[in-house]
């Protein structure tokens, strides 16, 4: 069993960056595949990033590659999101979710979920 909480969510305006936090409780954290995703209001949970147990080959959307980036801390049981040049189409709620076995942008294969953290970016 794994618990998530995700932290570092905010009002910015666009063209800024964002931090996002997900802290992992239970055991086994580094083996676990680490994902990112968001729902906007009316929308279907979309992909944004994933990263498998070893870090290696990070997953990115098309919408968000080139301006955010996936990292793990295996040590710490964290996994981050730094989201740069922001545009006001990531406002959004944002989840971390993991799930064991290989990476995937999929997230019915996804195990547990986090509560997410609102991330809202003004024009």
């Known amino acids: 069993q794994v618990q998530l909480l995700e932290s570092g969510g905010g009002l910015v305006q666009a063209g800024d960056s964002l931090r996002l936090s997900c802290a992992a409780s239970?055991?086994?954290?580094?083996?676990?595949?680490m994902g990112w995703f968001r729902q906007a209001p009316g929308k279907e949970r979309e992909f944004v990033a994933a990263i498998s147990w070893s870090g290696g080959s990070p997953l990115y959307a098309d919408s968000v590659k080139g301006r955010f980036t996936i990292s793990r801390d295996n040590a710490k049981s964290t996994v981050s999101l730094q989201m740069n040049s922001l545009k006001p189409e990531d406002t959004a709620p944002y989840y971390c979710a993991a799930k064991s076995g290989t990476i995937t942008r999929y997230p019915g294969r996804y195990d547990y979920w986090g509560q997410g953290t609102q991330v809202t970016v003004s024009s």
């Open positions: 239970g055991r086994a954290f580094s083996t676990y595949t």
